[in-house]
């Protein structure tokens, strides 16, 4: 078996344990989808892709481990996974999807490896919990509301390679203290750090060409750039 097909396992509510063989190569969409009672999923090296909807509201999924081979984590892949406490994509992956840990309430740190250059929109949107995120070094652009929401991030290092910050993208991350944004930061877009409270200093780089409108508003507590 190389593949599991679309809506497999969907709405399997009792399935709570997960065994794959190493042969699997791609996962496609739904095939967890709704699976309740799955707390653990170990993805075998080999597997590639995994496609959109695949473990979508698994409510009960605490740990994920992901291959040094995956490639691609399609849209909404672990869409309200509301029990994951922490992710660490491999540096082999080259695709992450819009909306891919959205919604993942308890999730604490992610770690991003490797050569990923586009965080699309709103990979961690309404992430509450989430207290600290490491992006890789070959970052270009971080997306429409990526960060939106997540209220638990103190600080954000943002890369060095990092060219646009999409809007909204670290809206209301009300307990963002200090922000450095680097050299080669070229957009900052609207809205991007718009109602972060408890936002105190902001370092802007000379290459920004433009900064959105309301990109800094409601930050009360901003007093330093």
């Known amino acids: 078996i190389k593949r599991i ?3 497999l396992f969907s709405n399997c509510t009792s399935l709570s344990s997960l065994t794959l063989p190493e042969s699997i190569k791609r996962i496609e969409s739904g095939a967890f989808r709704n699976c309740s009672s799955l707390c653990e999923i170990i993805l075998p090296d080999g597997v590639e892709k995994i496609g959109k909807k ?5 409510s009960s999924l605490e740990r994920v481990s992901l ?20 992710i660490l994509i491999p540096s082999s992956l080259r695709e ?11 999730l ?3 770690e991003i490896k490797g050569n990923l250059e586009i965080i699309e929109d709103r990979v961690f949107n309404k992430c509450h919990k989430l207290r600290e995120i490491i992006l890789p070094k070959s970052l270009k652009t971080i997306g429409y509301r990526s960060f ?16 646009e910050i ?3 993208a670290f809206c209301r991350c009300r307990d963002i203290e200090r922000v450095v944004v680097p050299d080669g930061v070229k957009r900052i877009e609207k809205g991007c750090f718009k109602g972060s409270l408890n936002l105190k200093e902001v370092t802007l780089p000379s290459s920004l060409d433009s ?11 901003l007093s330093n750039i």
């Not at 309301?214 to 009360?220: E, M, R």
Request: include cysteine.
């Open 148 to 163: 939106y929401e997540c209220e638990a991030l103190k600080s954000i290092n943002v890369p060095e390679s990092v060219e």
């Open 108 to 110: 604490e740190r992610a």
């Open 166 to 168: 999409g809007e909204e």
């Open 54 to 58: 695949a473990f979508f509201f698994c």
């Open 96 to 106: 992450i999807g819009r909306d891919a840990f959205a919604y993942c309430s308890s």
């Open 211 to 221: 900064i959105g409108s309301v990109a800094f508003f409601g930050c009360i507590s």
């Open 67 to 86: 291959p040094h081979s995956l490639k691609v984590i399609m849209d909404n892949a672990f869409y309200k996974c509301k029990s994951l406490k922490e």
């Open 5 to 7: 097909e679309k809506n």
